[in-house]
């Protein structure tokens, strides 16, 4: 039985490879799966080689190839060479660019008010137009709240998330509160503090340490349904 970080490094390395033709190079899989440093992923290749999931390929740059998948999930067909997001491509029926989508994780809800635990659901999936996704790997949650509303973003809005660990002031991102609760704020620092804003006059500022947030991805975009 595969650890839930060895089982999202094989399910990213096997996308990354029907989309491309390659295999990730360490960074990728560093920023796919959101961990701070390379060390991690080698430890994560070591276990996955050894139990023949994964066979690194001599002589030959980034060569890892994919053996095996995980009991019931099914190997993705085709070489379809697009952007790479977390999730298997999967065009629409009609063949037009325009239709395309990916298939991305939907971890959940996530708070646009009171921080609250994010529940992640390993098997929910959205289908996502590929527009409104990166080239980076990408996942999915549901809004909960309104702290947000002045920026656009709803309560019940499903939002695309771009995995990342770091962000830029004034842009709005996922953040992990004392390891414990995630909520979606814009982000601003001042001297020694991190300042999560929220978008909704009847909210206040969490102003905090720098060492209890964590940044967990930037917003790419949003839909809704009426």
Known sequence: MLTR???????????????SGLSPSFEEMKLGLNLKSKSG??????????????????????????????ENVPASSGNNR????????????????????????????????TPIEAVRHELDTVDIPMSMLGAKPCYA?????????????????????????????????????????????RLRREIGSIVLMPENDAYQPLRLTPDRVQ????????FRSY
């Open 141 to 185: 949650l549901t809004v909960e709240g309104d702290s947000m509303i002045k920026a656009g973003i709803m309560d019940g809005d499903v939002i695309v998330i771009e995995k990342c660990d770091r962000a830029n002031d004034g842009e709005i991102v996922v953040a992990l509160v004392d390891e414990e609760e995630v909520t979606l704020k």
């Open 41 to 70: 992923i080698h430890r994560l290749i070591n276990a996955l080689v050894e139990r023949g999931f994964l066979e690194r390929l001599p002589n030959k740059a980034r060569a890892l190839e994919v053996k095996k998948l995980p």
């Open 5 to 19: 970080k060895q089982r999202d490094l094989l399910m990213f390395v096997n996308d990354y490879i029907q989309n």
């Open 82 to 113: 697009s952007r790479v997001v977390s999730g298997n491509f999967k065009p629409q029926p009609g063949g037009g660019k325009g239709n395309e989508t990916a298939q991305i994780p939907l971890y959940g809800k996530i708070a646009a008010g």
């Open 215 to 222: 940044i967990q991805g930037r917003l790419r975009s949003l």
